[in-house]
Structures are given as structure tokens and as C-alpha cells.
């Protein structure tokens, strides 16, 4: 038994593009270096601890096809993201930065969402939701990038479906601290609450409420 039946620990976009100096360019766009340098050891601790306590995880990946069709819709893309990633030629399916990062490659049983389109792990034709459900999990524990793209859009999603959404601070990264900080200042505790990576690691340790 899980040592929290109902949560799972939801990393976004933990590939090459973000993580890796080399193959990644959204890796220099960050201004605020430190922020992504605690986002990779915090997610390290929270990613340990799920597995040790048999907490699920789920990974999000983003991995379009070439030109991104995924990204159109019933209008054409010429604004936000959906312009701008077809332009960029970022998070196309066989490049390098679409890899796992070698330090949050998926575990066997891990879960990896496919089909998704868009900021929210929720978007397009996402089965994050149906793979939730399957396992039984309310509470999501979100971790990624960017704190203030994919990881908001995520979090504002899972509360308006019904979820009970904590962002993993530390776990996550924009590319800036007034960024970041906005994020958590003015946003978070509109849908969810806020938690960090050796918080989480402790809850897991303690036993749960009696009913």
C-alpha cells in the first residue's frame, strides 16, 4: 500500500530541452540559474521519496510532430505557444531534447502521459486525466517547468477538474525569480496550496490520519 493511496508525484517536461546544457534551449533561456539548479535537486528529492513509499509517478513529457500540428486547432496558431514552439522547432519528436533527462528517465511501472498539446498536462489529447483516475489519485504533487507556463496551466486545470493540486516550489523552475515568485505569491493559493521537496519526503514518512 502506497504511503498515500490518493497522491501522485507529476513531473513536467524533465527532458534535455530544459535540463541539458547541450542539447536544450530552452536551458539558456534561464536567467535566474539557481532556480533551476534547486528545481533539479528538489525534484530529485521528491522523485526519490515517491518511489521509495510506492507513491505513483507520472511523467509529462511534450514531444510534437514535426511543425507541430498538434498545435492548430479550429483557428490558425498565431499566437502564445502554439506560434511560437513551430517556429522555435523545440519538443519535436526524435530530437535530442525530447529525451528524458538522465537523471528522471521514467522507472519500469512508471506512468508516462502521452498525447498532450498544449501548456496544461491536461491539453489536447492528453491521457494524464484517465491514467489519474486509473490509479485512483486526487492529490497531485506538481513539479517542472516552467513554474509559470506548463506547471500554472497544469495546476489551474487539475482544480477545475476536481483535483487537489500542490506545486512543489523547489521542484520547479521559471526563468526568472520575479517569475517565480509571482507564481507563488499570487496564484498558487487560488488553486491549490504550495509545498516543497523535503516537506513531501516527510509527509510520506508520517502515518496517515485516522478516520
Given at each position: 500500500m502506497p504511503a498515500r493511496p490518493?497522491?501522485?508525484?507529476?513531473?513536467?517536461e524533465f527532458q534535455r530541452e530544459w535540463l541539458d546544457p547541450s542539447h536544450g534551449r530552452l536551458h539558456h533561456l534561464v536567467e535566474d540559474r539557481d532556480l533551476l539548479d534547486?528545481?533539479?535537486?528538489?525534484?530529485?528529492?521528491?522523485?526519490?521519496?515517491?518511489?521509495?513509499?510506492?507513491?505513483?509517478?507520472?511523467?509529462?513529457?511534450l514531444v510534437l510532430t514535426p511543425g507541430a500540428p498538434e498545435l492548430e486547432s479550429w483557428t490558425p496558431a498565431v499566437l502564445?505557444?502554439?506560434?511560437?514552439?513551430?517556429?522555435a522547432g523545440t519538443w519535436i519528436e526524435g530530437s535530442a531534447g525530447v529525451e528524458f533527462a538522465e537523471d528522471f528517465r521514467p522507472a519500469p511501472g512508471e506512468q508516462v502521459v502521452r498525447g498532450?498539446?498544449?501548456a496544461s498536462a491536461f491539453a489536447g489529447?492528453?491521457?494524464?486525466?484517465?491514467i489519474l483516475r486509473r490509479l485512483g489519485v486526487t492529490d497531485l504533487y506538481l513539479a517542472g517547468f516552467a513554474t509559470h507556463v506548463c506547471v500554472e496551466s497544469?495546476?489551474?486545470e487539475a482544480h477545475d477538474r476536481g483535483y487537489t493540486a500542490h506545486v512543489v516550489h523547489d521542484a520547479c523552475a521559471a526563468f526568472t525569480r520575479a517569475q517565480q515568485d509571482h507564481v507563488r505569491e499570487h496564484v498558487i493559493h487560488h488553486f491549490g496550496d504550495e509545498t516543497d521537496a523535503a516537506a513531501f519526503a516527510?509527509?510520506?514518512?508520517?502515518?496517515?490520519?485516522?478516520h
Open positions: 490518493n497522491a501522485a508525484l507529476v513531473l513536467i534547486t528545481a533539479v535537486r528538489g525534484a530529485a528529492v521528491a522523485l526519490a521519496a515517491a518511489r521509495e513509499h510506492g507513491v505513483p509517478v507520472v511523467h509529462v513529457p502564445g505557444l502554439r506560434a511560437a514552439i513551430p517556429k498532450r498539446a498544449g489529447s492528453s491521457d494524464l486525466d484517465l497544469t495546476l489551474r516527510a509527509s510520506l514518512e508520517a502515518p496517515l490520519p485516522a
